[in-house]
């Protein structure tokens, strides 16, 4: 999953700098954001560094790149990549790699943080990555009842959304970043926010849960016992091994999907940033602008807080057939251009930040809710309007890398507001106890959104929001997310704290939790995932299908081929 970039941002030779110096560098100019793509030397190339792998299929393009996570804070240097030109290139890779003792990884569009396709520290020797997104972009919209979308691998959310747009279909919810490749945000159970508004009818066909639930059949790359080699095989929704391959962190590679969708729909998205903290995050029963009377008004919300900071970022989204008079009318994604860029001043406090000095913390946060602020007043975009993906699409390549933790909580319709206010309680009171000792280890907003469950034929075996077939009452996912920039000191230990404490509190017959996979989870004072027994114990037993995930993984990839270190470990 290669990191994104944009125009115009100087190019770094990482290299040749320590973690720290990057982080310091990043953190000290306007290119903070975002990065260019590591230079890619085709094999046979004199400038190649790496012995070429052996008997490599002469058909499929090799190339020497590097491999950057989101947050830059997992860089592997000089990996051996390969461009697939079909599926077929695919098999023959995956033949390839089994014959030689390879490892082959997917690599999309890298807005990953977890060590799913490469740990930190990887040898590059021994591993191919695949990139999907020079050639397996296809594109297919059908009309049906419900329509359906078939697209390869590599073609992003965004590029999906806007051909199902074209032909009159869109999705309910979508994450908020459209350049996200299809193949990589079903294998970790990517989603938006939502769900219906109380007497809603949604078009046939919208879908609630995470985009894997939209899922009515899927092609992967399988070992093939009989014949001793991998193979195409598509399976269709009703197949029982298709739920290991919906949700499959990885462990399997994936080349097609078939999603439903539905009739497009208009929605208007209305920013406020009025609401006082502690109306928004009021303890359940609690009157006003709660967080959870927009979930009941319009059943999509998010909202966004910095700490520090007085009042959240909230972004409430309603179905409007016809554009209100006082909303903007959007005809593309992503209108918040004010949130996806960095500043000079903002640049500067991240310098100040990764060198140590801390303290600047609130001034910091403070700074970013006033961008949030005079962004939404100077550019209009407070009340928006358009087709569906204009106003859910808004996190651009551009925006800040920050590294983020996250945790999917199962619970019913009726907790959302104690979910809520029991999580910004105590995110509040840590914060605290550590400004009171000098300390400021996150910088970063919380982020909460609310979705429905997947209840889709035959389940995603590891999604996070999959139904519990023990509490047919938890009907809703609230998805709880906190960041920081990276190389903040004391954040690993913050993170820590802060998640043995909702691992704690939402157990029971009130709700359950389970880790977001693209995100920061079991972590120790070390870093995210890093915690042995939540590894091997309590996070695969908070998936009551983990067992039958893992074998039917196994016997469809016998040989390991998609896997690495860090999967040996969790699914081993």
């Known amino acids: ?14 290299s040749r700098i320590s973690r720290r110096t990057l982080l310091t560098a990043a953190a000290t100019a306007a290119a903070a954001a975002t990065w260019t793509p590591a230079h890619r ?4 190339s004199a400038a190649s560094t790496l012995a070429p ?7 499929v393009p090799l190339v020497q790149q590097a491999f950057r996570n989101w947050s830059l804070e ?26 030689n003792q390879y490892r082959v990884r997917a690599r999309g569009k890298g807005h990953n943080w977890s060590p799913l396709v490469l740990p930190a520290g990887t040898d590059p020797a021994g591993t191919v990555l695949v990139d999907t997104t020079a050639d397996l972009t296809a594109i297919t919209v059908r009309p049906g009842a419900p329509p359906t979308v078939t697209a390869q691998a590599g073609a992003t959310l965004e590029a999906v959304l806007t051909r199902l747009e074209q032909a009159g279909y869109g999705l309910a919810a979508t994450t908020a970043p459209g350049q996200l490749t299809i193949g990589g945000a079903l294998a970790i159970g990517g989603h938006g926010t939502g769900v219906p508004a109380p007497g809603e009818n949604p078009p046939a066909g919208s879908g609630f849960g995470t985009l894997s639930d939209l899922v009515t059949s899927l092609t992967a790359v399988v070992w093939d016992a009989e014949r001793g080699t991998y193979t195409l095989r598509t399976f269709d929704r009703s197949d029982p091994d298709i739920g290991a391959f919906l949700v499959h962190l990885g462990r399997a590679f994936v080349v097609e999907v078939t999603l439903r969708a539905a009739a497009n729909t208009r929605l208007r998205c209305q920013n406020w940033f009025d609401v006082p903290v502690g109306t928004v995050f009021a303890s359940p029963g609690s009157g006003g602008r709660t967080l959870a009377s927009y979930v009941a008004r319009t059943g999509r919300v998010e909202a966004i807080w910095f700490p520090f900071t007085d009042v959240p970022w909230l972004k409430v989204w309603s179905v409007a057939p016809n554009r209100p008079l006082l909303s903007k009318q959007i005809d ?10 960095v500043t000079e001043e903002m640049s500067g406090f991240l310098g100040r930040i990764v060198s140590g000095d ?57 907790q959302v507001q104690r979910v809520v206010y029991e999580f910004v309680g105590r995110y509040r009171s840590q914060l605290g106890a550590y400004q009171a000792r000098g300390s400021f280890p996150v910088n970063g907003p919380i982020e909460l959104r609310v979705t429905g469950v997947d209840r889709g034929t035959t389940a995603a075996l590891l999604s996070p929001a999959r139904a519990d077939a023990g509490h047919p009452e938890w009907d809703t996912v609230v998805w709880l997310d906190f960041a920081t920039y990276p190389g903040t000191p004391g954040a690993a230990g913050f993170f820590r704290e802060l998640e043995q404490w909702i691992l704690s509190n939402y157990t029971g017959s009130y709700a359950a939790v389970r880790p977001e996979w ?55």
Do not use: Q
């Open 1 to 14: 999953m290669p990191t994104d970039s944009g125009p115009g941002r100087p190019r770094v030779n990482l």
């Open 41 to 44: 030397v085709p094999a046979g």
């Open 53 to 59: 792998p052996p008997s490599f299929p002469p058909g």
């Open 74 to 99: 997992i860089i592997v240097e000089n990996v051996w990549t390969a461009v697939p030109r079909t599926p077929d290139d695919v098999v023959a890779v995956a033949d390839w790699a089994h014959a």
């Open 332 to 341: 593309s994604p992503y209108p918040y251009t004010f949130a996806n860029r």
């Open 358 to 414: 801390t303290g600047c913390t609130p001034e910091f946060t403070k700074l970013a809710m006033a961008i949030v602020g005079s962004g939404l007043i100077t550019t209009g975009t407070w009340d928006v309007w358009g087709w569906s993906k204009n106003p859910l699409l808004y996190v651009e390549t551009s925006t800040l890398r920050i590294v983020e933790a996250g945790w999917a909580v199962l619970t019913s319709r009726a």
């Open 518 to 572: 693209s995100k920061g989870w079991a972590y120790t004072d070390s870093g995210a995932w890093t915690d042995r027994g939540a590894l091997t114990d309590s996070i695969p037993a908070s998936f009551e299908g983990w067992e039958t995930a893992r074998s039917i993984l196994n016997r469809y990839d016998p040989g390991r081929v998609f896997s690495n270190a860090f999967l040996d470990r969790l699914l081993p």
